[in-house]
Nanobody
Framework: QVQLVESGGGLVQPGGSLSLSCAAS????????MGWYRQAPGKLRESVAF???????NYADSVKGRFTISRDNAKNTVYLQMSSLKPEDTAVYYC???????????????WGQGTQVTVSS
């Protein structure tokens, strides 16, 4: 089994910064990609940023230049540093990972439980 545990959400004022982290644990053979999605009330879940095993990153246009995704391979952890936050960034942020498990070398997609980010004055 593989688990993703997120931390770091909360309330921040517009223009502020917040950092999220997501640690993967369990029967992991390799992590192919990790990333973040978000879902605001009444909206579809959308991709925010992801990073693949080689280190390449991809960002949604709405967060480019404000958010930075990084990864600590030794800790199986992905981070999302968010700055210049806007009210429209308010959402539940979900960690997502494409992982090959140690068991049967099965490749699957996993989700974290979600963490609330609220940007408000």
């Amino acid at each position: 089994q593989v688990q993703l545990v997120e931390s770091g959400g909360g309330l921040v004022q517009p223009g502020g910064s917040l950092s999220l982290s997501c640690a993967a644990s369990g029967s992991i053979f390799s992590i192919n990609a990790m990333g973040w999605y978000r879902q605001a009330p009444g909206k579809l879940r959308e991709s925010v940023a992801f990073i693949i095993s080689g280190g390449s990153t991809n960002y949604a246009d709405s967060v480019k230049g404000r958010f930075t995704i990084s990864r600590d391979n030794a800790k199986n952890t992905v981070y999302l540093q968010m700055s210049s936050l806007k009210p429209e960034d308010t959402a539940v942020y979900y960690c997502n990972a494409d992982i090959t498990s140690s068991f049967l070398r099965r490749r699957s997609n996993y989700w974290g439980q979600g963490t609330q980010v609220t940007v408000s004055s």
